[in-house]
T-cell receptor, first 116, second 117 residues
Framework: AQTVTQSQPEMSVQEAETVTLSCTYD???????LFWYKQPPSRQMILVIR??????QNATENRFSVNFQKAAKSFSLKISDSQLGDAAMYFC?????????????FGKGTKLSVKP | GAVVSQHPSRVICKSGTSVKIECRSL??????MFWYRQFPKQSLMLMAT?????????EQGVEKDKFLINHASLTLSTLTVTSAHPEDSSFYIC?????????????FGPGTRLTVL
């Protein structure tokens, strides 16, 4: 069975600094997708970034980028120039590809605090 | 684009009553919708997957007779919590996926907080 592990329950970063959130996963599949979702206090889940496993290039979205290490099954999220609005729970998620239903398997989350 | 709404956002009900939660994809057709449950300070747990026009697929341990899911159209799925009890109090979140491939991204509704007295 696929699993997603986030080993950092809480992280803190100073405003304008950079922070990296860790995520590892376990799967025997070769076709899958990885996501980072953000859940602010409003509890609305927001997609931050997405990575296709078949792509070697790391995904980037403005200040957000990932370090995807397929062999190590690692998928970390880097937030550059952190802003107060980045404070939230961040969930790493995995979805099987290849025409599957695309069910998301979530990690337990990392609570990110941003200090002014 | 890709907006998903949920209604109601909050509901308080008495034990033994049934509660219906609606999930709508506003600007796209959702072939698949998902229902999650989230306890305080915990991650999302998938309850069931529903495809338009067919029966929902429930995750292990989720009572299908208690959590009735209907996906009658490409833009609407409903979750009915039947004979609700205090232990059913939780935050319920739906998501919708556009298209038919597992590669498509899920978009989430804002969630519904259910409190059963």
């Amino acid at each position: 069975a696929q699993t997603v592990t986030q080993s950092q329950p809480e992280m803190s970063v100073q405003e304008a600094e950079t922070v990296t959130l860790s995520c590892t996963y376990d799967t025997s599949e070769s076709d899958y997708y990885l996501f980072w979702y953000k859940q602010p206090p409003s509890r609305q889940m927001i997609l931050v970034i997405r990575q296709e496993a078949y792509k070697q290039q790391n995904a980037t979205e403005n200040r957000f980028s990932v370090n995807f290490q397929k062999a190590a099954k690692s998928f970390s999220l880097k937030i550059s120039d952190s802003q107060l609005g980045d404070a939230a729970m961040y969930f790493c998620a995995y979805a099987l590809g290849g025409g599957s239903q695309g069910n998301l398997i979530f990690g337990k989350g990392t609570k990110l605090s941003v200090k002014p | 684009g890709a907006v998903v709404s949920q209604h109601p956002s909050r509901v308080i009900c008495k034990s033994g009553t049934s509660v219906k939660i609606e999930c709508r994809s506003l600007d796209f057709q959702a072939t698949t919708m998902f229902w999650y449950r989230q306890f305080p300070k915990q991650s999302l747990m998938l309850m069931a997957t529903s495809n338009e026009g067919s029966k929902a697929t429930y995750e292990q341990g989720v009572e299908k007779d208690k959590f009735l899911i209907n996906h009658a159209s490409l833009t609407l799925s409903t979750l009915t919590v039947t004979s609700a009890h205090p232990e059913d109090s939780s935050f319920y979140i739906c998501s919708a996926r556009e298209g038919t491939s597992g590669t498509d991204t899920q978009y989430f509704g804002p969630g519904t907080r259910l409190t059963v007295l």
